[in-house]
DNA sequence: CGGGTGGTTGAGCTTTCTCAAATAGAGTGG
DNA sequence: CCACTCTATTTGAGAAAGCTCAACCACCCG
């Protein structure tokens, strides 16, 4: 199931035969998770990457009095932490959400594949500054959108990247977070969350519901959210020089 | 006057002197810009990377209404956008706060440098990456600090990333921004960044004025905050494998 | 001396939070 | 199949943080 990372990685650069199956190669080993796990923790030394192949997952950092805040949700396909590769520990802790798939890729195969295939290097780099990316949508979302337009934003988001995986389609898609997730997303209260769904239900722009997001009105929630998928970088392939 | 950024550089990594002489070699260009010039808009193509020498930029997003979001601050020595060579366009502008001076990496150069000198592929990588914990700190402040936690936090931030070039010292340093930028940075109103900076220096922590920060209690401040500076990893220098 | 920018303060308002309680649903053991 | 429990959702009411509007002040520069 290492397919819908190919596909993430396809929507963005065109590779070989060879680099693919290099990357096919580079799995170790696959593990299970049960949900809300934390599953790595910030500071400990990492000696692999791991790849989500099923399941929702998510980068986090909190407070001392509890408040936490989801920087990014990582979805299937989604390495959960290239980054760990040139910085060696992370600054934040990673759970899962959900039941979660994952396949681990040792630093050492990427630094090999890195030196057999450089493109594959950049591509990896790309990668990780894609979620950079996604925290700076996030950024302008917590400090200027409305509680409404920040869930809006984030549905529409979601939509975008599980598009590219198959994940989703038909205005639909299963999104198995609670709402306290949601908030923790978007910086708001458990209560809040669910009288903006509402808010976003009334005004029949989408529904969550049992683990379901509904789209009921793509363009009036993407005006609402002032939505621009330029960020998530879907107009490739680019070429690498 | 790169020597900041190999002070910032050498912070985590150590470099060789052909690797340091290569950096050198790399700069084809250097510029002067205005204060509030906007000098690297979204999606245009770009064919060098900007490293800022002196002076203070940000990278922003805004929505229509004119709310401004600055994702992060660049003081002298950082790459403004070193993320433009995997990325090729950028998602987000950057502009300048003061007047600057940079230097133009041309994206050849670090294509030439990284084939050349493989480990500092590695350092752009991971510089690239220390954004994008940045960027996360930043959204654990908008989403869950407040007012003036942020604000607080900033100051810790700074005090830390200034004190690397030695642009900071004796709890004490130069930050030539209006209470404007400061709210935009922390996502609040001038009106109320105003009212938490006097809050802060009643409370005796810090004094914002005529451009100078000057810390009087980093303890307090930093516990204020919960500044904890390991995501900037300074705790260097790392190795790579 | 006048205009412009940036800082400061007041007053009232809005969004969002907190606290609290009621409701709904899923899973479990009897 | 039902009572029980646990978690998640929903709603109400009051409080607080932060926003808006507006005015005034201080300083710098030409």
Redesign the interface.
């Known amino acids: 199931m290492i397919e819908r990372h190919l596909m993430k990685v396809r929507a963005r650069h065109a590779i070989s035969d060879a680099e693919e199956q290099a990357i096919r190669n580079s799995v170790s080993e696959y593990r299970s998770h049960k949900a809300d796990q934390t599953i790595i923790r ?2 400990e030394r990492l000696h692999h990457s791991t790849l989500l192949l099923e399941g929702l997952m998510c ?1 986090y ?4 009095s509890g ?3 989801i ?2 949700l990582l979805v299937a396909g989604d390495f959960a932490d290239l ?1 760990s ?4 520990r992370l ?2 802790d990673i759970m899962t959400l959900t039941p979660c798939e994952v396949a681990l890729v040792p ?2 195969h990427i ?1 090999d594949m ?2 057999c295939f ?1 493109r594959l ?2 591509i990896f ?2 990668l ?2 894609l ?3 996604v ?6 979302s ?4 409305s509680g409404i337009a920040r869930l809006a934003h984030l549905f529409c988001e979601l939509y975008a990247r599980l598009q590219i995986t198959k994940l989703a389609e038909n205005q639909s898609f299963g999104l198995d977070l609670t709402q306290t997730d949601l908030g923790e997303s ?2 708001l209260t458990v209560v809040h969350v669910n009288r903006c769904l509402k808010e976003l239900r009334t005004q029949g722009l989408v529904t969550f519901q049992s683990g379901q997001v509904t789209i009921h009105d793509l363009t009036g929630l993407r005006r609402l959210a ?1 939505f621009d998928p ?2 998530l ?1 879907l107009d490739g392939p ?1 070429e690498i ?1």
Do not use: M, N
């Open positions: 910030r500071g980068r950092k909190d407070l001392r408040k936490r805040q920087s990014e980054h590769f040139p910085l060696k600054d934040h630093h050492a630094s890195i030196a450089p290097g950049r780099w790309f990780t500054t979620d950079a990316a925290h700076r949508e996030w950024e302008l917590l400090g200027q959108r978007t910086g002032e330029a960020y970088y680019y020089d």
